[in-house]
């Protein structure tokens, strides 16, 4: 069943149109989530960036969990590009270059879900 995982973190001010352009120019990572065996275990459904001031708020809506995909997002090329051009424009350093620290920071920034509603449900 899908699930969405929001994540929250700020940015520098005055860094804003750079975020911006970064995220308007980002690539696509892989939809699939595989374990270590290349086995489908999940996959990324969708993706919404949003901007307020210079805290920015990305939610992602997946099959799997919150640990695979971090270290699913970790290993994406698009990604790291992305996450390379973003560090030093944020007020607080983590790093995403390895799947242990792309898991350190998701559980530190995942915001609570308080509710999900769909149609149908």
Known sequence: MPQSFALMWNVKPGTEDQVRELFKNYGRPDPVIRDDDGNEIGALLGTQVFLKGNTVV????????????????????????????????????????????????????????????????
């Open 58 to 121: 990305r939610v992602v809506e997946v099959e799997g969990s919150l640990r695979e995909v971090a270290v699913h997002m970790g290993k994406q090329p698009a990604v790291r590009e992305l996450e390379e051009k973003l560090d030093p424009l944020l007020e607080e350093p983590r790093d995403m270059s390895t799947p242990e620290g792309a898991g350190k920071f998701f559980r530190e920034s995942a915001m609570e879900v308080l509710i999900s509603r769909r149609a149908g449900d």
